[in-house]
Antibody, heavy 120, light 107 residues
């Protein structure tokens, strides 16, 4: 079964750090670009960051540039998001998602999400 | 940056209704558009890619159309399982942007 499972969310104070992980299974992880997408409570979806299959290309939304770092370990079939200098507005459910060129760079597999709450 | 605007924000409809949701891009995106369905507490699900291609396993009552800057998602006959929020999403050079969402509610 193709699956993505996020972990690492939790409660953190403003200015703090958190590292999210996403474990992939059921497909050749090293062949796909991966995204992080977040959703603030009661709000819409926001793309956060993208990493290509070999980590050659990395992109960030302006809202997180300079604070968040995406990375991956293809040997461990894992995706990561290091979040530093966290703000209240970073509070959201964070999803990892597979980018599939077959579906025109749509995101065809999603994890269940992990919740990040930034509050004092 | 390319902005995506969906309308309406909320739509009230009955089972069996034909439903249309519109998504407009701030500049031409050719056919680099996808549609997702999201239910409360769940991850989004890909419905349509390349503006009009149906993702595998998605019921044929869902269809997409459009190119350039104007796109539509149509549900030909609304089913109880279709009450959800729908998002359009554009892709351009490793940047993705979502519309603000359209909630389809029971009338």
């Amino acid at each position: 079964e193709v699956q993505l499972v996020e972990s690492g969310g939790g409660l953190v104070k403003p200015g703090g750090s958190l590292r999210l992980s996403c474990a992939a299974s059921g497909f050749t992880f090293s062949s796909y670009s991966m995204n992080w997408v977040r959703q603030a409570p009661g709000k819409g979806l926001e793309w956060v960051s993208s990493i290509s299959s070999s980590s050659s290309y990395i992109y960030y939304a302006d809202s997180v540039k300079g604070r968040f770092t995406i990375s991956r370990d293809n040997a461990k079939n894992s995706l990561y998001l290091q979040m530093n200098s966290l703000r209240a507005e970073d509070t959201a459910v964070y999803y990892c998602a597979r980018v599939n060129v077959v579906v025109f760079y749509g995101m065809d597999v999603w994890g269940q999400g992990t919740t990040v709450t930034v509050s004092s | 940056d390319i902005q995506m605007t969906q309308s309406p924000s909320t739509l009230s409809a009955s089972v069996g209704d034909r439903v249309t949701i519109t998504c407009r891009a701030s500049q031409s995106i050719s056919s680099w558009l996808a549609w997702y369905q999201q239910k409360p507490g769940k991850a989004p699900k890909l419905l349509i890619y390349k503006a009009s291609s149906l993702e595998s396993g998605v019921p044929s009552r869902f269809s997409g159309s459009g190119s350039g800057t104007e796109f539509t998602l149509t549900i030909s006959s609304l089913q109880p399982d279709d009450f959800a929020t729908y998002y359009c999403q554009q892709y351009n050079s490793y940047l993705w942007t979502f519309g603000q969402g359209t909630k389809v509610e029971i009338k």
